[in-house]
């Protein structure tokens, strides 16, 4: 059976390395809710946490994670929900 993770322990490990300073592999969903459309699953390797959206300046400051490609130092989004794989370990839906 593969491991599984739940997108809450994902997310709390996740901002636990990147508070260490310490990459990681993820996969997750693409989606542009602007213009409706999802370019399928992307995976981004060695990349950390960024702080994110404050509550005032946007509506889903909850859900939409920043993230840095630490090769490039590109910062890029995903949406929490839509978080399939963190290292290798498939995630599994808190709701």
Do not use: W
Not at 29 to 44: A, F, R, T
Not at 50 to 71: A, C, D, P, W
């Amino acid at each position: 059976m593969a491991k599984t993770i739940s997108t809450l322990k994902a997310i709390s490990i996740m901002r636990q390395l990147s508070r260490d300073k310490v990459p990681f592999n993820i996969s997750f969903c693409s989606l542009n809710e602007s213009d409706g459309i999802s370019e399928g699953l992307k995976s981004e390797t060695k990349v950390i946490l960024m702080q994110g959206y404050r509550r005032n300046q946007s509506e889903k400051h909850e859900v939409l994670i920043s993230f840095l490609r630490t090769e490039s130092n590109e910062r890029r989004q995903f949406y929490l929900p839509l978080l399939m794989e963190f290292n290798g370990i498939k995630i599994k839906n808190d709701r």
